[in-house]
């Protein structure tokens, strides 16, 4: 049996996968994104590794025996800096965390052919503009760290004493070369950062080492177990839907959300809007559109609003599509794509007296959707056309909510039959890595089947007049706009 960990941003999925692809167990625990300060995301390590051991522990059951070999999966770009032996020095700052985008400005101060190699836009969250803003405003500990590493490549290192990353996770830091796929030597010399404290790289399928005895006392599982090195959640999750061809589109909605679309070369947006990852597997790339707020903004109006799950949809859909001129912009933390704007932040435009709880809530699940419509065409406009999205991630799993989405996407939405698809494709991952399955191809023989779960439904018009409400309030919230008056 194979078992896949992914540490998620709000959550520890761990999945128990008999190596013939069938689930034998499945666990989540969930920890917090702390906001100490306006446009601050930070999780504290040790509720990762409280929240890893709760999961692995429920999902393996009384099969700890029959465990064969682990590997991970992981929210990308935040940075846990370490001492030696991978003891946290301070909290680990997410993707979603915008305080370096001050910083931006001496990344676009590089000459353009090292930006190129970067493969990506200069987004505020990513491990690279996130040491900038350490190296200024935290000197002691950033001269003071051992390691500076992507959150799974820590947990890795507790459990396994070695240290690495892979290339998915290392091309999400804005301090690799995607072309070249190394890390970007040049890139990290002209920024003046300190490049002895990056991991070295090792394929997504290698063995990174052996459980050593107390993380086998931590999990519940044996000593020296296979450790294979694992992949970022989105790359993890194309393997676990098998999305290897391009031209096969994924939608995950996580904490924030994903469009994604597997690429044989490593292209360029040409507009520059959506980025350039490595897959899991050897030479593989994805386009991937970031929606900052999704999970998190539902969760965060859901939680003002005090409902439940089961409220949110019962009270959201009893109000007409449109929210009768109510929109919401979901950009708690920025957006990504397609306005590259850390700056950018929510709102409720268009409040009446004949508002209630019901319309605030509706209008998120609406103004999320419009988010994920914008990055689609986003993606599209890269050059394709998709024909059909495949879901993964823990905010897709309601039926009127994928209904919603795929009016909105105007797209069929075809689901996994497991939710925790991150977590399967690490466990394939683990599954290569030793063997059990020749390569990726192999592998994803075993990935999860779609099945068909929403197909666009005539149009109201209510809804199609609030996408267009929708597009025209960004510009009015954009502080780049604000600059330029
Ligand atoms: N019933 C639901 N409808 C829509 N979104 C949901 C629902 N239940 C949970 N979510 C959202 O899903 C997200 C969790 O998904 P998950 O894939 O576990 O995220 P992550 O990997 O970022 O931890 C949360 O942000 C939550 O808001
Ligand atoms: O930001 C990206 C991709 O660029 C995400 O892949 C993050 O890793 C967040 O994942 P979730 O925790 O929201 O699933």
Not at 213 to 218: G, K, L, P, Y
Not at 250 to 272: K, V, W
């Amino acid at each position: 049996m194979l078992l896949g960990i992914d540490l998620g941003t709000g959550s520890a999925k761990a999945l128990l996968l008999a190596t013939d692809g069938t689930a034998i167990g499945e666990a989540s625990s969930s920890y917090p994104v702390h906001a100490p300060h306006p446009g601050w995301a930070e999780s504290e390590p040790r509720d990762w590794w409280l929240a890893v051991a709760s999961s692995v522990r429920k999902a393996v059951g009384n099969h700890a025996d029959r465990v064969q070999a682990i590997a991970f999966s992981g929210q990308m770009h935040g940075v846990v800096l370490t001492d030696e032996s991978g003891e946290p020095l301070r909290s680990a700052i997410l993707w979603a965390d915008t305080r370096s985008s001050a910083t931006l400005n001496t990344y676009h101060s590089l000459d353009a052919a090292i930006l190129e190699r970067l493969g990506n836009p200069i987004t505020a969250g990513m491990a690279g503009s996130t040491l900038l803003w350490l190296r200024e405003h935290e000197p002691t500990i950033y001269a003071q760290a051992r390691w500076a590493l992507q959150p799974k490549d820590w947990l890795r290192l507790r459990l396994t004493g070695e240290v690495a990353t892979e290339p998915s996770d290392a091309s999400g830091t804005l301090l690799y070369d995607v072309v070249s796929d190394n890390w970007a030597w040049d890139a990290i010399s002209a920024l003046n950062l300190r490049w002895d404290w990056l991991p070295k790289i090792i394929p997504s399928s290698a063995i990174a080492g052996y459980l050593t005895a107390s993380a086998s006392e931590h999990l519940g599982l044996r000593v020296g177990l296979r450790a294979i090195a694992g992949a970022a959640d989105t790359a993890a999750a194309a393997l676990g839907n098998g999305l290897l061809e391009p031209g096969l589109v994924q939608l995950t909605i996580g904490t924030g959300a994903q469009i994604i679309t597997p690429r044989s070369q490593p292209i360029l947006d040409p507009h520059g809007r959506t980025h350039l990852y490595r897959a899991a597997v050897p030479n593989g790339w994805y386009t991937l559109a970031a929606m900052q707020n999704a999970g998190l903004a539902l969760e965060w109006a859901r939680g003002i609003l005090g409902l439940s799950w089961e409220q949110v949809y019962t009270k959201a859909f009893s109000v007409p599509p449109g929210c009768e001129g109510l929109t919401f912009l979901p950009y708690l933390t920025g957006e990504r794509t397609p306005h590259l704007d850390p700056y950018v932040r929510g709102a409720w435009v268009g409040l009446g007296l004949h508002h209630t709880q019901a319309h605030l809530m509706r209008s998120a699940l609406e103004g999320v959707a419009f988010s994920l419509r914008q990055g689609f065409e986003a993606l599209e406009a890269t050059g394709f056309k998709a024909t059909q999205l495949r879901l993964a991630g823990g905010g897709t799993v309601e039926m009127p909510w994928k209904q919603l989405l795929s009016d909105v996407l105007k797209i069929p939405l075809y689901t996994s039959t497991v939710a925790a698809v991150s977590a399967r494709g690490a466990a394939l991952l683990a599954g290569i890595g030793i063997g059990v399955y020749a390569d990726a191809n192999d592998a994803s023989k075993l990935a999860a089947t779609p099945t068909l779960a929403a197909t666009p439904q005539s149009i109201d018009s209510a809804l199609e007049e609030a996408w267009i409400r929708y597009q025209s309030l960004y510009p009015r919230l954009s502080k780049k706009l604000d600059y330029k008056k």
